[in-house]
């Protein structure tokens, strides 16, 4: 009797498991495009232009390709963004509309390398900078995209800028003269709560932030906080005994960002939904600031360092 009832119990189980392993793909019966916003607003020292990214979104199932990615992006768009004196019209670029060395330019300015750009990429940029990019002004954003009009706003934040940058010998198993970690203080507002992004360069390199580039000051709220920051590694990157750390000669480049709510929560949870994967892992739903659409109408100030890691 109790035989028959582990084999009862072992048929279950795996009749359970069986029914586990059917695959489930979203369709796209339902699905309806949406606009997806990308606009960023940057004030500091060595800041981008402002600039739009405006594309459709994708179903879920969709065969991806070259040409379906450059097919995506919304051109003949009216991008419209007030500074509270005045309406700027961000002017309309694609690549294939470029020659050289202006599509080059273009690319360097919004932080892409130019020879790894492959689609037609097309954006909206503020090119003559005539918005006033200052803390504390507000802004609003209007698309007119078909017959819908889209609207946002945002606020530009105060900066909380890097006080002291220094570099030690790593912890642990690392203990070879050929790196070193990166050690930072800051004084953080005590008047509000604070929201930071960062990305760094080694020499050579594009400045890219890292898979988790963002944090708040829950813990270190209106205090002097030290704390380490890590080389940000590309996704493609493996992860190794280096990771995080600094090549000693090295020049290399921080970007250290203040951002409002919104746009921490926005890159929180997009970064956060890439690091959960696996059958099991919650779904994510990325926060934006766009009524009727997906994205972000984002602010940031930032500022830019660049450090000699010793040998």
Known sequence: MQNNQVKILLLAAAGIFSSCEEEVSPGSRFYERQLV????????????PPYCILTNSLAFDSLQSEDLVSSLYV???E????????????QEFCLNDLQEPFRSEILSQLGYNP???????????????ELDLAEGKSYALEIRSGQTVYKSAAVMPASSPIDSIWFEKPPGRNQNDSFAQ???????NPLAADYYRYFTAGQGEPLIPNLNSVTDDVFFNGKSFEFSLAKARDPDEEFGDNTGLYRRGDSIRIKWCNLPKEHYEFWNALEAGRT????????????????????????????????????
């Open 182 to 188: 990166l050690f930072c203080i800051i004084e953080d």
């Open 276 to 311: 959960r994967q696996g059958p099991f892992s919650a779904y994510v739903r990325v926060p934006g600031n766009v009524p009727g659409a997906l994205g972000i109408f984002g602010t940031q100030h930032c500022i830019h360092y660049t450090a000699y890691v010793p040998k």
């Open 37 to 48: 916003v990308e606009c960023y607003l940057e004030a500091g020292n060595e800041s981008l």
């Open 115 to 129: 020879d790894s750009v492959q689609v037609d990429f097309c954006a909206y940029i503020d090119i003559s900078r």
């Open 79 to 90: 991008v419209i963004v007030s500074d509270g004196t005045r309406n700027v019209s961000l």
């Open 75 to 77: 051109r003949g768009a």
